[in-house]
């Protein structure tokens, strides 16, 4: 929408689409946090009864699984046309801040659905990236397939400021308003050095919705079964107290409760009438709820007793739903960092002039598990000559940069070959050998 005009109507529109899906996006958040009030919004209490509330919180635990099981080692970047030099301008403006943001912007878009990096030089001079989530922002798009953004809001308050603030990033503009309820007041306006939007979205899926949101119900169940055999044992939940051939008023009931004795006539009988559980039923119950949860995450329960000589190979097939998982989130990743390296390298041309193409990276990812280093070196040994020492290099886990890690070794072997000929030189020299 090359003709795209931002108004204060739309804008205001927009805030209040914001303040609409809040309501919806904070639920996930409360979920993620493990928020009781939330979880057990309909357990039933009981009066005068123990009423413990114990959240199971495997959301948060299937978030961080899955991005550090996807980001939890560095991202590689290899150049396709043997570019060293567009190598080394990545690494000097990203590696001191990227991979913490890549972990961060993962999570914000597992627990919402959707999250968004904005790309800004910050007072510095320097390229730099944050998250926003839903609950802050709000991004127009133009309504075609690619949903390219057209303008995004960032609403935000100062420290110590009662007013509220929002930034609105059109084309290359930012322009800053105070809300005035149902009004604004534009206080800056200022440019950017990108040609669009510096807005990139990052869904957590397909569909735009929460990594866990079809086991909130799920895990709704298992918290709210877990609190009741608590209780059940705490205050003997299901038991009643049986008094016979005696009739008691309630002020008597409730004297007897705070004394903690009971007085009855001669030839009347107290005792606890209480309501058999099925150990077994029961936690069979809990059983098929937890791995319902596993299964519909495609997680795998780690706290299981596995073989402490479980192979490399045998351990990915274990993970082989997780993997596929997060091979979708990998695919989505890959196209967050190379639109990111695309206003990168608008950056650089603007402040350096030199020119790169962010078509030419290749962005490699490497699973944060548990590696079989001989079985990987045995693989890189035979297809030696076959694939190029970059991309062999690449398989390794402990090479963080492939094309850095090439450049040592070279200088490495002409420090070599350096000292050999000096060892041929010296000994020449000693024995008189000459040329």
């Known amino acids: 929408m090359d003709n795209f005009k931002v108004t204060e109507k739309i804008i205001l529109e927009c805030l209040k689409e914001l303040d609409k899906n809040a309501i919806r996006y904070q639920k996930y958040k409360d979920y993620y946090e493990g928020d009781i009030g939330v979880i057990f919004k309909d357990y039933t209490m009981q009066d005068s009864r123990s009423n413990m509330k114990i959240p199971f919180n495997f959301c948060r635990k299937f978030v961080d699984v899955e991005t550090g099981y996807l980001l939890g080692k560095d991202i590689n970047y290899i150049s396709k046309s043997g570019n060293q030099e567009i190598i080394d301008t990545i690494d000097y403006h990203m590696t001191h801040w990227v991979q913490e943001h890549d972990i961060l912007l993962r999570k914000s878009s597992e627990i919402y659905g959707i999250a968004w990096e904005l790309n800004y030089v910050d007072r510095d001079g320097d390229f730099k990236a944050t998250v926003l989530n839903p609950l802050n922002s709000y991004i127009l798009e133009d309504g075609t397939v690619e949903r390219n953004a057209i303008m995004a809001i960032y609403k935000y308050q100062k420290r110590f400021d009662d007013n509220e603030y929002i930034d609105v990033f059109v084309d290359n503009r930012i322009i800053t308003y105070i809300v005035d309820g149902d009004s604004l007041k534009k206080i800056d306006e200022r440019t950017h050095i990108f040609d669009r939007v510096p807005i990139i979205s990052c869904p957590a899926n397909s569909e735009r919705l929460s990594g866990f949101h079809d086991i909130i119900p799920l895990v709704q169940a298992f918290s709210h079964l877990n609190s009741d055999l608590c209780n059940e044992v705490a205050d003997h939940r299901n038991a009643y107290l049986l008094i016979e051939n005696a009739e008691l008023q ?186």
């Open 250 to 435: 309630e002020d008597d009931l409730a004297r007897m409760k705070k004394a903690g004795i009971i007085q009855v006539p001669q030839g009347a009988s107290v005792k606890w009438l209480i309501k058999d559980i099925n150990d077994d039923f029961v936690q069979n119950e809990l059983n098929l709820l937890e791995k319902k949860i596993y299964d519909l995450s495609d997680q795998v329960n780690f706290n299981e007793n596995w073989a402490s000589n479980t192979s490399g190979l045998a351990l990915k097939n274990k993970l082989l739903n997780l993997e596929n998982r997060i091979a979708l989130r990998e695919a989505i990743m890959e196209n967050v960092i190379k639109q990111r390296l695309r206003n990168f390298f608008e950056y650089i041309k603007v402040r350096e002039g030199k020119e790169y193409n962010y078509k030419d990276i290749s962005v490699q990812f490497t699973r944060n598990l548990p590696t079989d280093l001989a079985g990987l070196a045995d693989m890189v040994t035979k297809l030696k000559g076959t694939a190029s020492d970059e991309t062999l290099l690449a398989q390794l886990p402990f090479i963080a940069n492939p094309t850095l890690e090439l450049e040592k070794r070279r200088k490495e072997q002409e420090a070599e070959m350096l000292d050999l000929e000096k060892i041929t030189d010296d000994l020449a020299d000693k024995y008189n050998l000459g040329d």
